[in-house]
């Protein structure tokens, strides 16, 4: 009983002390990563995090300084700190309901007020008490902090993430062959390229085969959106018989990550002794951080992350970018341009590993951001959409192309490298997830589905599909024994990623 008393006590005491500031500093920060969870890493929240409470600590300690009263300090920089982290989250919304009018002077002018009557009220008539404060704070904080990351199970690298992933005993051959997978995001096949935008893509397909490459000109991707096309791709497997966490009626995205990046394919090849390597993409759910070696730019090279640039805005601190000081879009025009350029940059080093290597390097390009010009010139990505931030189709067309040109060059040239500074001849596989934005539904499939195999070529067809992409490789070239699919293309609508309907294959059937 006396224990109990003395804890009693204790607690008292320390939940009497104000702290709650900090807490509240802390809270804005942490929600945005809990709103994002899986789509950036929570490190990336680490430098706002230090800001936010350092500011906090700082303008407690100011207001004690000017007050004298440790709790109208801390209620008064709460206020404020409120008015502060809410500014970004009104002016969104308003800006939805409000698109003809120019409210910002307003806002402004409401926001000054409401920080007058907040000093007012927090001089008049500050709590008696820290302790509810600090109970409501320390409250949001756990709150937020259990749903920062649930999307992704914690494991280590070499597991599998799906239920039924059909992996095999494997055979590493004497001179294992280096197995490089480029995801080129939104690739398009050549016909469909001619058909929406009159572009000739023939001298990149030519340059293909001239070294080597079987281009399967009738290949369909076999779902519609990145997170499942590739997560199908690399466990061979369509979703519908991979999990059952893939149900119609689901709309979750926990497993379909994991698995996604702990695949059939990834967990072959690490059970035969490949290192894994792969690239930053910019979105926590794709890339493989728990990889061998895991290339990434330097963090700041921009000056801020896009989780940055996105927390900047729903604070009062927008208004930097509205007059001037901070360019929001070059930011994360910059961030896409860094990580493109660092795959390329890396393809001879990669190349020289004297290990036998697995790269998944997944290219966001020519996907928009449009951030190249046609010759790799810098664009802006703003040019490309108009004043609700969405794509004329026009516009797309222009950035789609001027990404694409540039992107061919960088590729064609990577092909060299690795081809030419491979001692055993490498298999790399260069494949589009799913076809360009705007495009008809039926067409959005359309993808560039390329093959550089060192023997077995006669076993490609035109229609092959990314489903099979590594049933074939595994059977080929390491002992497998996988049946081959048949090649079906699936839609499933927005936010129903699992509610599957089979579109056309119509090339050769």
């Given at each position: 009983?006396?224990?109990?008393?003395?804890?009693?006590?204790?607690?008292?005491?320390?939940?009497?002390?104000?702290?709650?500031?900090?807490?509240?500093?802390?809270?804005?920060?942490?929600?945005?990563?809990?709103?994002?969870?899986?789509?950036?890493?929570?490190?990336?929240?680490?430098?706002?995090?230090?800001?936010?409470?350092?500011?906090?600590?700082?303008?407690?300690?100011?207001?004690?300084?000017?007050?004298?009263?440790?709790?109208?300090?801390?209620?008064?920089?709460?206020?404020?700190?409120?008015?502060?982290?809410?500014?970004?989250?009104?002016?969104?919304?308003?800006?939805?309901?409000?698109?003809?009018?120019?409210?910002?002077?307003?806002?402004?002018?409401?926001?000054?007020?409401?920080?007058?009557?907040?000093?007012?009220?927090?001089?008049?008539?500050?709590?008696?008490?820290?302790?509810?404060?600090?109970?409501?704070?320390?409250?949001?904080?756990?709150?937020?902090?259990?749903?920062?990351?649930?999307?992704?199970?914690?494991?280590?690298?070499?597991?599998?993430?799906?239920?039924?992933?059909?992996?095999?005993?494997?055979?590493?051959?004497?001179?294992?062959?280096?197995?490089?997978?480029?995801?080129?995001?939104?690739?398009?096949?050549?016909?469909?390229?001619?058909?929406?935008?009159?572009?000739?893509?023939?001298?990149?397909?030519d340059g293909l085969h001239e070294r080597g490459f079987y281009v399967a000109e009738c290949s369909q991707s076999n779902y519609v959106r990145t997170e499942i096309s590739v997560t199908s791709s690399l466990n061979m497997s369509y979703l519908q018989e991979l999990d059952p966490a893939f149900v119609p009626d689901s709309t979750r995205r926990r497993v379909l990550w994991d698995t996604?990046?702990?695949?059939?394919?990834?967990?072959?090849?690490?059970?035969?002794?490949?290192?894994?390597?792969?690239?930053?993409?910019?979105?926590?759910?794709?890339?493989?951080?728990?990889?061998?070696?895991?290339?990434?730019?330097?963090?700041?090279?921009?000056?801020?992350?896009?989780?940055?640039?996105?927390?900047?805005?729903?604070?009062?601190?927008?208004?930097?970018?509205?007059?001037?000081?901070?360019?929001?879009?070059?930011?994360?025009?910059?961030?896409?341009?860094?990580?493109?350029?660092?795959?390329?940059?890396?393809?001879?080093?990669?190349?020289?590993?004297?290990?036998?290597?697995?790269?998944?390097?997944?290219?966001?390009?020519?996907?928009?951001?449009?951030?190249f010009g046609p010759n790799g010139e810098h664009t802006y990505p703003a040019d490309f959409w108009n004043e609700d931030r969405e794509y004329p189709a026009d516009l797309y067309a222009k950035g789609y192309q001027n990404q694409l040109t540039f992107l061919n060059k960088k590729v064609l040239d990577a092909m060299d490298t690795l081809i030419s500074e491979s001692d055993t001849p490498?298999?790399?596989?260069?494949?589009?997830?799913?076809?360009?934005?705007?495009?008809?539904?039926?067409?959005?499939?359309?993808?560039?589905?390329?093959?550089?195999?060192?023997?077995?070529?006669?076993?490609?067809?035109?229609?092959?599909?990314?489903?099979?992409?590594?049933?074939?490789?595994?059977?080929?070239?390491?002992?497998?024994?996988?049946?081959?699919?048949?090649?079906?293309?699936?839609?499933?609508?927005?936010?129903?990623?699992?509610?599957?309907?089979?579109?056309?294959?119509?090339?050769?059937?």
């Open positions: 009983m006396n224990s109990f008393n003395n804890v009693k006590k204790t607690l008292g005491r320390l939940f009497s002390v104000p702290w709650y500031p900090i807490l509240f500093g802390a809270y804005p920060v942490l929600a945005l990563l809990a709103f994002n969870a899986g789509q950036v890493k929570v490190e990336a929240g680490w430098r706002p995090l230090l800001v936010c409470v350092g500011i906090a600590a700082l303008l407690f300690f100011l207001l004690k300084l000017i007050l004298r009263d440790l709790q109208r300090a801390a209620f008064l920089s709460t206020l404020w700190m409120a008015l502060f982290f809410s500014y970004g989250h009104i002016h969104i919304l308003l800006t939805e309901k409000l698109k003809d009018f120019n409210f910002t002077p307003w806002l402004l002018l409401a926001w000054l007020v409401l920080a007058i009557l907040a000093a007012v009220w927090a001089i008049r008539k500050p709590p008696s008490s820290a302790f509810a404060l600090n109970v409501i704070a320390l409250g949001l904080v756990i709150s937020v902090l259990v749903q920062i990351d649930p999307n992704v199970k914690g494991r280590g690298a070499h597991s599998l993430g799906a239920e039924n992933a059909p992996v095999q005993d494997l055979t590493r051959p004497q001179n294992p062959p280096d197995v490089y997978y480029f995801i080129l995001d939104s690739y398009g096949r050549a016909d469909l390229l001619k058909q929406a935008y009159g572009y000739d893509n023939s001298a990149f397909i996604y990046k702990h695949s059939a394919a990834r967990y072959n090849f690490e059970s035969m002794g490949y290192k894994t390597i792969a690239f930053a993409t910019g979105f926590a759910w794709n890339e493989f951080e728990d990889a061998d070696v895991f290339y990434t730019p330097p963090p700041f090279s921009a000056g801020m992350t896009e989780f940055e640039v996105l927390f900047m805005q729903t604070t009062l601190a927008r208004e930097a970018q509205e007059l001037g000081w901070v360019d929001a879009d070059e930011i994360m025009g910059q961030n896409f341009r860094d990580r493109t350029l660092l795959v390329f940059d890396k393809m001879d080093e990669i190349a020289r590993m004297p290990e036998p290597t697995f790269a998944y390097i997944h290219v966001i390009s020519p996907h928009p951001p449009f951030v490498p298999i790399i596989i260069l494949q589009g997830d799913h076809g360009p934005w705007l495009q008809p539904k039926d067409k959005r499939f359309w993808i560039l589905n390329a093959y550089y195999l060192p023997q077995n070529v006669d076993q490609l067809y035109p229609t092959i599909s990314p489903v099979n992409t590594f049933r074939l490789v595994f059977n080929s070239f390491f002992g497998g024994k996988y049946d081959m699919l048949d090649d079906v293309t699936y839609f499933s609508p927005v936010p129903k990623l699992y509610e599957f309907s089979e579109m056309p294959y119509p090339c050769g059937k």
